[in-house]
């Protein structure tokens, strides 16, 4: 059988890039329209939904202080899990203040079709510090992975036992501190172990903006909106913008409460959210933009060529 030769290697390359390109496209599509169908049924069900519209005209300043709090805090926690995964898969270790700023921008970007903030992030490293895109793509797409097996072991952890929610988190907690003492699962198993924490402040800010809205979830409930909106927003090419996350979290508040406007007030719950992550993520990720920018500028033709070299061998 011949062996394919360079321009048909190459031609494959491109007609791969372009499927590819033509299912952000949909996908983004897809998104913006669940949005808009999301942002609809909020504004025309809103006499279903007097209580929660009600709850908004006084909000409580202790709910709006948690769910900003929390926002603020699951940048840095990111960070620490994007830089420990791109150690694990390029070698090169990148500063928490570098990826907390590159995470803001790229959050701030994904609020956009097209999930143009990871695309973004994976071109950052290749110019600053020489990672190749394919290792800092295996690092991002790691993470959303990690993320979607944590989501997939928490609705199952709700669902067998909500009682015992909190107990069985810590006792996962637990074990993958242990798992991280062995030096061959050290990087990976911190990875988890903060995506869990993750977890644990993205169950709080739903259970914040459900509050704002007067309705109380219990630890169980909590669990499940942070379990759900995770396997939500790592669904391939819809879950990483807007859109798809509105409308699970919606489903879910309807499986779980039996009041006749859960899915609305589940909806705007997630609205909610969404829009205290931009409150936090615009001025900080304007400010981490201009500095990003400068050191990218900066950094442009000045990679030493044995940092790439190096890279492009642990590939």
């Not at 150690?87 to 907390?100: D, N, Q």
Request: charged share 10%; net charge positive.
């Amino acid at each position: 059988m011949p062996l394919a030769g360079p321009d048909s290697l190459g031609g494959e390359v491109v007609r791969t890039g372009r499927r590819w390109h033509v299912w952000r496209v949909v996908g983004s599509l897809i998104g913006v329209v669940l949005l808009v169908a999301a942002v609809w049924l909020v504004v025309s069900h809103a006499d279903a939904a007097q209580r929660a519209w009600s709850a908004l005209e006084q909000p409580s300043p202790t709910a709006i202080t948690i769910l900003l709090v929390t926002s603020v805090l699951l940048i840095p926690l990111s960070a620490v899990a994007q830089s420990l995964m791109l150690k694990r898969t390029s070698g090169i270790r990148v500063g928490l203040g570098e990826m907390s700023a590159l995470v803001s921008v790229a959050t701030l970007l994904n609020m956009l079709p097209m999930w143009p903030g990871a695309i973004g992030r994976i071109g950052y490293h290749k110019v600053v510090h020489g990672i190749p895109p394919m290792q800092a793509g295996v690092a991002v797409v790691s993470i959303r992975l990690i993320g979607l097996m944590m989501g997939v072991v928490l609705l199952g952890m709700v669902w067998i036992w909500p009682v015992g929610a909190v107990a069985v988190w810590l006792a996962i907690l637990f074990g993958l501190i242990t798992t991280s003492i062995l030096p061959s699962m050290r990087l990976v198993a911190w990875v988890v172990v903060i995506r869990w924490v993750d977890l644990l402040f993205t169950a709080v800010r739903y259970a914040a903006a459900f509050s704002l809205l007067h309705v109380d979830l219990h630890s169980a409930g909590a669990a499940a909106m942070a379990g759900t909106g995770e396997v939500a927003s790592s669904v391939p090419f819809i879950g990483g913008g807007p859109g798809l996350r509105e409308w699970a979290i919606g489903w879910m508040s309807e499986s779980i409460s039996h009041l006749p406007d859960a899915l609305v007030v589940g909806v705007m719950a997630d609205l909610l959210v969404r829009i205290a992550t931009l409150v936090v993520t615009l001025p900080i990720g304007l400010l981490a933009f201009r500095w990003l920018s400068r050191r990218l500028q900066s950094s442009v033709g000045s990679i030493p060529k044995s940092r790439t070299v190096k890279s492009d061998s642990n590939a």
